[in-house]
């Protein structure tokens, strides 16, 4: 699996650095506030009630500063715990790996995907026992009034399976779709739309910006289906709406990386 290196929660460190550079600067001004108040209590010719007031000030500004102080003091503890805290959670859900040399990455795909040479994931998690039954392309419908034009390929998997991304993107639309059923649309960033259709559940909405991974929502046979499974399609709309559909197995997508029948 390709990892992404990320060196730290560099944000945390930056704005923890940040804070105590501020701290050490302000010290250093309360030092200063504080010698040049010596100064004028020393001085004979600074006497009576404006050099009470000054020195009042002073010590009034000086109380300020080691609150500030206090204050950010206080925030950078804070951030230490955060940092902690989404390390721990990250480590937990498998979002960052912690090398043998101290190095943390981050997984390009959640550890228990699979990916194809193009980037795209698999729709489901390793331990699901998932088939290609329908190609895309010419065909014979597998049932009344289903296409003989497959407009994307049929993956066999039990009712229920939480269904995957296979990219990221922004849902279109989540819900009732015709002849797909309960069916999650999503529009990658270079326009095109990927079609998950006859899902038993959705479990986006309509606007949710999505990563690869994320569930969309669940196998099922809504819509015209003949059984349970994941009718996945990508197409593209283009200004005049006109379609034009893509092959989910060509090695642009998923290639041949899912098992069952591959026609590209
Ligand atoms: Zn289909």
Redesign the pocket.
Known sequence: MADIEVGNYGVFDDAISTGNNLNSSLTDYQSSIESNQNKLLDASVFQGPIADNCNEALTDLKTKISNIISNITTINQNLSAFKTSYLNADLDAGKIIIGEDGKITIPKIPANMKASASGFLIPFTNDVAYKVT?VFGKRRPPCEG??SD?????IVAPGGTPIHAVCGGKVLSAGELGGYGNCVTVQMDDGRIVYY??CSKVTVKKGDVIKAGDVVGKVGHTGV?SGD?L???IRKVDSKGHKTWYNPQSSEYLGNSMPGKYKV
């Open positions: 329908s289903a296409s497959h407009k994307g390929i049929d259709g006859h289906a499974h009718h996945l399609e």
